[in-house]
């Protein structure tokens, strides 16, 4: 096992088991409309109850833990990454599992993969792609040179698709990569802007979150057709800042989280939205003294979503 996950237990592997035996069991679980949310610059990640628009739980994140993604594997667990390595905890707050990235690399992406591993993402000089097993094997490494000194400049997102390959955000170059696990690089995708996160819907249809570009991008990746592409100013009285983590729900309807960080002297709007396919506005969740900034989300009532 490797050293960095000792924290794992035989305890931590049926939790992790639990959770992957299928999304459709937590819904059952999740009554109300409640998202995980959590952002750069807050310090605390929150399960906000949207029927009833109160926190119904949150996690203090240590002095500079930059979390960018957060998920719910169970009903009784949370993962997330924190710039400097990734975290499995339960609703007690106890560290279930934990990976320590290594000086001078940012870990800022962590999740489950539909086969049941951790996927982890990690900047720096080489960038690498780790997948570990549920008891913490190490299963496959894959580093690849993005030819981008500043580690937080590398990527964000990765993601695994069904030709086992991944797609990896190039955060500083505007482009999608397509990274063999062998580290080769299969394809180049350019889409503008700062590329956040990497929906596939299918392997036709990609829906990416542009960044600083202000804009939401849904393109065809072998054509470079676009699809759909939500400017700036589409939506209706809430202009769209650094654009962030993108969830396709079942409905159709698109989660947007709309992180504020770099307008700080621009008029605040809100930071979490669901817009319907014709850009309508269905709820939003607007900055307040007891929410921050978001740039990730999992909307935990459904269970055919698409993070």
Not at 154 to 182: C, H, M, N
Not at 298 to 303: I, N
């Amino acid at each position: 096992m490797n050293p960095q996950l000792k924290e794992c237990s035989k305890g931590i592997v049926k939790t992790i088991c639990l959770a992957l035996i299928g999304i459709s069991m937590v819904s059952c679980h999740v009554a109300k409309r409640e998202v995980l949310i959590a952002g750069s610059g807050w310090k605390k990640i929150v399960r906000y109850d949207l029927d009833n628009q109160r926190i119904a739980w949150s996690h203090a994140l240590d002095k500079g833990q930059e979390c960018n993604e957060v998920s719910q594997p169970s009903k009784g667990t949370v993962l997330y990454s924190y710039k400097k390595g990734a975290k499995l905890i339960d609703l007690d707050h106890n560290i279930l599992w934990n990976y320590n990235a290594p000086k001078g690399t940012e870990l800022q992406s962590v999740s489950i993969t539909e086969d049941g591993n951790i996927l982890l993402g990690q900047c720096g000089s080489p960038a690498t792609i780790m997948e570990y097993s549920q008891d913490g094997e190490l299963l496959s490494k894959t580093t690849f040179d993005t030819g981008i000194k500043r580690a937080h400049a590398q990527l964000r997102r990765v993601r695994k698709t069904s030709r086992d390959t991944y797609l990896v955000p190039i955060f500083g170059k505007g482009e999608v990569w397509e990274v063999a696990k062998s580290g080769g690089i299969l394809r180049k995708v350019t889409v503008g802007g700062v590329p956040f996160s990497i929906v596939e819907i299918s392997k036709d249809h990609w829906m990416v979150s542009c960044g600083d570009g202000h804009y939401l991008l849904e393109i065809n990746p072998n054509s470079n057709e676009v699809i759909s592409k939500i400017e700036q100013n589409d939506i209706e009285d809430i202009p769209l800042r650094f654009v962030a983590e993108s969830v396709r729900l079942s409905s159709g309807n698109t989660l947007i989280c709309n992180w504020g960080g770099h307008a700080r002297k621009q008029k605040r709007v809100s930071s979490l939205m669901e817009i319907t396919p014709e850009r309508k506005v269905v709820w939003s969740i607007a900055l307040s003294d007891s929410l921050g900034m978001v740039s990730s989300v999992d909307p935990l009532w459904d269970p055919k979503r698409m993070k």
